[in-house]
T-cell receptor
């Protein structure tokens, strides 16, 4: 898990509720990423950020939002528009974007009540 | 964009045997190929990686080979142990875009 922390480990969402997943890194990495992992599937990119105050949509950004106000932090909000949010969410960071090794956090499992 | 295919999806071996997982990619511009190991309920951990200027890399019982002409790369684990049981992901990266395979669930039977 290196220097990347995610919280909480488990998160429960009620219908119509927005929830925010935390991701913090102390590796001094410029780039940060959010992935969604469904059972038996690979990792799908939700959003990524290569620099503070800038971020780009990944393949499945609908129903999610992010912010990058600090280099160390990249929170992900799962909005009520995301109709199937139950999944394992993984945050990663790399020294730079592009062809750099990505290091992953321990993940947050989101469940819908 | 890049597309990565990974085979097999499940692999069961006897302790001490070798395991091989294969991946193919579509974008010839890909230059970086990491492999990750994910244990149940945890985040993926990098176990080995290779860049396009190298054909093979080894780290103790783990090795990765790369064939850029054929656009495929493989993970080899020798002398498997029960603690090698996990899901393994390959990935291929071009600038600003890393794509992951769907994963291989490896089970090592004692």
């Amino acid at each position: 898990d290196g220097g990347i922390t995610q919280s909480p480990k488990y998160l429960f969402r009620k219908e119509g509720q927005n929830v925010t997943l935390s991701c913090e890194q102390n590796l001094n990495h410029d780039a940060m990423y959010w992935y969604r992992q469904d059972p038996g599937q690979g990792l799908r990119l939700i959003y990524y950020s290569q620099i503070v105050n800038d971020f780009q949509k990944g393949d499945i950004a609908e129903g999610y939002s992010v912010s990058r106000e600090k280099k160390e932090s990249f929170p992900l909000t799962v909005t009520s528009a995301q109709k199937n949010p139950t999944a394992f969410y993984l945050c990663a960071s790399s020294l730079l974007g592009g062809e750099e090794t990505q290091y992953f956090g321990p993940g947050t499992r989101l469940l819908v009540l | 964009g890049e597309n990565v295919e990974q085979h097999p999806s499940t692999l069961s071996v006897q302790e001490g045997d070798s395991a091989v997982i294969k991946c193919t990619y579509s974008d010839s511009a890909s230059n970086y190929f990491p492999w990750y190991k994910q244990e149940l309920g945890k985040g993926p951990q990098l176990i080995i990686d290779i860049r396009s200027n190298v054909g093979e890399k080894k780290d103790q019982r783990i090795a990765v080979t790369l064939n850029k002409t054929a656009k495929h790369f493989s993970l080899h684990i020798t002398e498997t142990q029960p603690e090698d049981s996990a899901v393994y992901f390959c990935a291929a990266s071009i600038p600003s875009d890393m794509r992951f395979g769907a994963g291989t669930r490896l089970t090592v039977k004692p």
